[in-house]
């Protein structure tokens, strides 16, 4: 095992230009924009750093190429494959260098065949606890090293007689290191080191502050140390299977390239947060878009009446003012479980972004259809109980909890038809999966009929439409039938679909 050259060594030129344009590519195909102008600049950084230190090298980069929010998780993974500490295990490295400097004729005692993981597990759980309660981010780094090097490693090369099945799993380290059981410990720790001085000047309030504060500073340092841990598996892993192509497939995607369907709960909070910004920006390219459009064609006769003042030069072209109509917007969802991110993120852009529209009405469903639109106005779009709320309020499923985009379709043509009209535009969101019923096909060709235009927004990909009980072709025969996976590719279609 080797470590990166010191940093007074220089990296060669041609492998550090390497390197950088291999790290700008993995950047790209996290749909991260970034020109040739970006990478000269990423190359002017490094050329001024240097690098000896590596959080200055990180920030400069990330100043060069860095344009817009969301993309800094992004980054900052590819970066720790592209510019790691180090190769190996850097931590064994420093040891057996010390030891040698000890002792020239000692041996490696870390190759100790006969090491028991329970002892060695108890070890590092008693270190990672004074670690912690110290927040000491160094020997919190080295021991998620440690801890990678020895629980994290699967396979080998005699792992079912196969190379190539061998690897380092962040999942498999923290599943037996478990980092989250030792919050008792660290205050246990903490409370033990600060009774001398809470003795002598003792504070009524303070116990009561550090009891609900320390837990969730614990919680941060824990959360802080597995990020660690995975970090460090992706490095090892990279080692074994490239740089490239790990940071192709195990760097996690920005939020709004996050599939709907496959978010967790964690990045579905992220994409609620990422709401108004989005909303934001449609809201500004669609006033860029009105005042281009308001102008409208050239009017001739008005052109040539002024070009008599500037002797038939039509310098000050006249045009046709516009003054174009905001349609309406029906929001049809299916709100059950397998879609529920979807559609909520949905509703909430849709929500903040309301003025760009003259009138707003929403529909949800499961089985039934109900309008939902005083829910989401009552409750100012709070994304944490929007989804609880309309299931629990709102009567959109009848005596079973299934998806019918027939019968729910059905009722809104029998109910609800008056809320279309020659200017509405209708959005209808859902997977199409019917659980084998009716589709109910003429209540959609009603709906298209009245409505200016009528779009299925599907969170699925097209390879999926038609599959198991999907009725996504049936369905994409009547009205257009969009894929709209993640947030981007959402922000494009109603960018498209908002009025000018």
Known sequence: MTVPPPSGVPVPPADLAARLTAFVRALRTHGLRIGPAETVDAAAVLAVLGLAERE???????????????????????????????????????????????????????????????????????????????????????????????????????????????????????????????????????????????????????????????????????????????????????????????????????????????????????LRRTVHPLARKLATRLAARRRRAARGRIDLRRTLRRSLSTGGVPLRPAHRLRRPARPELVLLCDVSGSVAGFSDFTLLLVQAMRDQFSKVRVFAFVNRTAEVTDLLTRGGGDPATLARRILTEAKVMGHHGNSDYGSALGEFAERHLDAVGPRTAVLILGDARNNYRDPHLPALRLIAARARQVHWLNPEQPSLWGTGDSAAPAYAEVVPMHCCRNARRLGEFIGRLLPV
Do not use: C, K
């Open 56 to 270: 200055q090298v990180r920030a400069g980069l990330a100043a060069a190429l860095l344009r817009t929010d969301g993309q800094r998780g992004v980054f900052d993974a590819a970066f720790d494959l592209f510019f790691p500490l180090g190769v190996g295990d850097p931590e064994a490295v420093r040891r057996a260098s010390a030891r040698q400097a000890a002792d020239p004729s000692d041996p490696d005692p870390d190759a100790d065949p006969d090491a028991d993981p329970a002892v060695l597990r108890e070890e590092l759980r008693a270190r990672l606890v004074a670690a912690l309660a110290a927040d000491d981010r160094a020997a919190l780094a080295g021991l998620a090293g440690e801890a990678v090097a020895a629980f994290g490693r699967y396979g080998g090369a005699g792992a079912a007689g196969r190379p190539g099945n061998d690897g380092w799993s962040a999942y498999q380290t923290l599943g037996r290191l478990a980092p989250e059981t030792l919050l008792a410990r660290v205050l246990a720790a903490l409370r033990a080191g600060a009774t001398g001085a809470a003795d002598a000047a003792p504070d009524p309030t303070a116990p009561d502050l550090a009891d609900h504060v320390l837990p969730d500073e614990i919680r941060r340092r824990i959360q802080g140390f597995r990020a660690m841990v995975a970090t460090e598996a992706r490095r090892r892993a990279a080692e074994l299977r490239g740089t490239e192509r790990l940071a192709e497939r195990a760097v996690a995607p920005s939020p709004d390239r996050i599939d709907f369907l496959t978010a967790g709960r964690d990045q579905l909070a992220e």
